[in-house]
């Protein structure tokens, strides 16, 4: 069978998610049809989702405003799997430490908008992440930090000393920006791994 997987495309790296998410699908085995989340509707056929980041108070009232919001939560609590990047982590979060962040509360944790820096301190780090053999090349920009996880919220990775991986439940929040590159195992690791992976329609016989 093959899934429907949906990128939020309110803003941020919807193109290079979408690749991600089919490089992943390949090297899984699972036949995936990538589709742009832009208005209410589209999300509960969705078996996969990904939300990516951006500028994190414009994609929270855009979501709001296009009636995506509520359809996201019912995707969490229906335990289908959904990847939160950098901005996207913000928003998914219990607590955005800002105000202006109206947060969804599907990953219980709290974040620090910016904590890595501006724009020109990005970098690219080798991170040791939770399930994966080898580091991963994270990328860095404007990059939110963890500044504190709930019970039975799992870390994933951390850079120094600090989390920036994180699983709860079927969400897996990343401070980083797996998208921009072409190593698609935290794709791979967020949406087809695990036991939600279980949970997901068999692929046809």
Partial sequence: MTLRAGVVAVQGDVSEHADA???????????????????????????????????STTISR??????????IVAHVEAAKPLLATCAGLIVAATDAGDDR????????????????GRQKDSFEAPLDVAGLDDPFPAVFIRAP??????EGVEVLAEWNGRPVAVRDG???????????????RIHGLALFESELAERLPAPDQ
């Fill in 21 to 55: 998410l089919r490089r992943a699908s390949e090297e899984y085995g699972r036949e995936a049809k990538v589709v742009e989340v832009r208005t209410e509707g589209t999300v509960p056929d969705c078996d996969l989702l990904v939300m990516p980041g951006g500028e």
């Fill in 101 to 116: 962040v109206e947060t969804l509360g599907v990953a219980d944790v709290t974040v620090e908008r910016n904590a890595f």
């Fill in 145 to 150: 930090v963890i500044a504190d996880v709930g």
């Fill in 62 to 71: 855009l979501l709001r405003d296009e009636g995506i919001a509520e359809e």
């Fill in 170 to 184: 079927p969400v897996v929040g990343t401070s980083f920006h797996p998208e921009l590159t072409p190593d698609s």
